[in-house]
């Protein structure tokens, strides 16, 4: 790595034995092992030791990532400044704070995330779906159709059922990663495990935010671990691959 390239990554991230303890603070406070931390925030077990070690620094998007998850604000994690919790969410009603806090809050959080994604995005071909009818005038009933208006119906019908079809493709790309993930266990290739999984994190976001990806990627953790485990040229195989899929849904 270059001189200028090592001090501008030390300038972004802060060490510390007053910053090892605010991180301490948060595994004592959650009862948690640094292994369950990683794991929690979708960062690398070997990153979390070096963390907790103190041979890396926390970083400003690692440090949000922990707010994120815990409660616990960047700025007080990162300089020891200013309030230590988050305020609790504030303006949204209680049916929204119960949906994040037992969201992000899970232990199994990837996994509940996943399926939401995608029911998500099912949910928008069904409301583009009933979109389509009404363009259509074909939702209110009329004992007289004709043969013409059925053949409207058939084609939005069509459509949409076409549109499910291929939001099953992109979810076959992660069910092809699960499996490679089974494959690198049953070779003890712990390491190659958990790069297809932190592949797996940044894609599903990747899906999740469409044509927004690329404007926010550069402050996603789960981007910068791809990066870190030098899997980008998967990483853009599948995602070139997701969204020639994604071509075919309009919403």
Known sequence: MSKEKTQK?????????????????????????????????????????RLFNGVTGLTKPLAYSIELHFGLRSEWLLTGEGDREVPRHDGLSPLERCGLETLFFGRHFWSYLEPLVFERLQGRIHDRFGGRLRECDIVKPDPLTTKFEENQLAGVVEKRDSELAETEKIRKVFKNLRKEEKSCLENHDIPGKEKKVRLGYALLLAVHFGDEWESIKADCQQWKDVVEDETVKEFKKLHSHINKIRGGIHI
């Open 9 to 49: 990554k030390r300038i972004q991230s802060v060490k510390g034995n007053a910053v090892l303890e605010r991180l301490r603070y948060v595994l004592k406070q959650n009862n948690m092992s640094g292994r369950q931390f990683a794991e929690k925030i979708g960062l690398k077990a070997e990153s979390a030791t």
